[in-house]
């Protein structure tokens, strides 16, 4: 069933949330950007902020709406809150002559995602499938998605670099929330509408007192949705994608797109499936105590492939053609899915506005678009 609730009566989700012993995180202004973190009431959420976001540019801009999330995916994604940034693994002291191993404790509360966005929802199934369901099951992240729950926003606004409608993955959220919600304003009407996808969901409905949408209601939210869908400035032709890219490790393109990028690594840092990493041992100066963190790494650094004296990829030419062929290509015989969800960041925060749409345009010997 899908109910309406009305806009001024958010809070009580944020309340019904806290009763069931949810941390909440969600979207909040900070630094001239939308940013996940913790927040405690709908006042937290950014109220009145849209962003405009192309190539290499993100702004937020003031708007006279009042609607609580106008925005679309900002620089962060859920993906530092599942699997941090840096994590301490274990630390090892070495008392007379003996090593204690020391592990460290990752347990957290549970947690409440409220704003997921469509493209980030089936980011989260993309990385569940890397660190739940592949070879190498991680225990931090196993442990803090099963207490996650997963509340997500329909967009019913394109974002200036998205391309989430021609991946399939948005802007209307397909399976893995536990709540969903859409948004809809009016000159006289706020309000959202609002689906549950899982029993835990349905149980945080009831406190809400929220009454069944009317079919006109209804349509409502399905037409804002199409309505973004269709203004959704970019695409990507995944039709015969991934074997276009293994047919072209040669193409001249990569050399020109080279000679752009800098290698800064942004574009894994933002994106929302991205999961490389590495390990970093320290001690301390006396030698007795020696600690092991794991840290966020990118196909894009030259230490990354390193092996045995050299790396495997000593050129930048080389860097960008195995992350965007890994998205595009080979990511797809690995875990039967691209591995990108269109939500545009790298092509925001790339510094240089290198876009993989348009480099995959024109590696089908297509026109460019945007650049
Ligand atoms: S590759 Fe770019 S557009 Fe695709 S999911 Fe990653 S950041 Fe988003
Ligand atoms: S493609 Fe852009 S964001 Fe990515 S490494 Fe190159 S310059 Fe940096």
Not at 13 to 30: E, W
Not at 126 to 145: E, F, H, K, W
Not at 287 to 302: H, V
Request: a neutral charge.
């Amino acid at each position: 069933m899908t109910y309406r609730l009305e806009a001024n009566a958010l809070d009580r989700l944020f309340k019904a949330l806290g009763t069931k012993g949810y941390v909440i995180f969600g979207p909040t202004v900070r630094d001239s950007a939308v940013v996940y973190d913790r927040i405690e009431s709908p006042n937290d959420l950014p109220a009145g902020w849209a962003d405009q976001q192309t190539n290499g540019s993100y702004r937020l801009v003031k708007t006279d709406s009042p609607a609580y999330f106008d925005f679309t995916a900002p620089p962060q994604s859920w993906k530092r809150l599942l699997f941090p940034p840096s994590l301490h693994l274990f630390r090892s002291h070495r008392r007379n002559g003996t090593l204690e191993i020391l592990e460290e404790e990752h347990e957290t509360e549970p947690m409440a995602f409220l704003g997921v966005r469509p493209c980030d929802l089936r980011a989260l199934a993309i990385l569940d499938s890397v660190y739940l369901n592949g070879g190498a099951s991680d225990s931090t992240y196993r442990q803090r998605r099963e207490k996650t729950l997963i509340i997500a926003v329909n967009c019913t606004r394109a974002g200036g670099t998205c391309f989430c409608a021609s991946m399939g993955t948005g802007p209307e959220a397909g399976a893995g929330f536990d709540l969903c919600l859409t948004e809809l304003v009016s000159e006289h009407d706020h309000y959202f509408l609002v689906e549950s996808g899982s029993a835990k969901g349905e149980s945080c409905v009831s406190p809400l007192q929220a009454r069944e949408a009317t079919p006109q209601e209804q349509t409502s939210g399905r037409e804002a949705i199409r309505t973004a869908a269709a203004a959704m400035g970019r695409s990507l032709q995944t039709q015969g994608l991934p074997e276009l890219l293994a047919a072209n490790l040669s193409h001249p393109r990569w050399d020109q797109i080279a000679r752009r990028c800098l290698a800064c690594a942004n574009c894994t840092m933002v994106c929302p499936t991205c999961f490389c990493s590495t390990v970093e041992d320290s001690t301390d100066l006396s030698g007795a105590i020696a600690s092991r963190t794991r840290l966020w790494d990118s196909c894009f650094t030259a230490e990354f492939s390193y092996i045995h004296g050299g790396s495997l990829r000593p050129t930048i030419k080389s860097r960008y053609r195995q992350w965007m062929t890994h998205k595009l290509s080979s990511w797809v015989a690995q875990f039967g899915s691209f591995g990108c969800v269109g939500c545009g960041r790298c092509i925001t925060w790339c510094p240089v506005g290198i876009d993989l749409t348009e480099e995959a345009r024109i590696l089908r010997g297509q026109a460019a678009e945007h650049v």
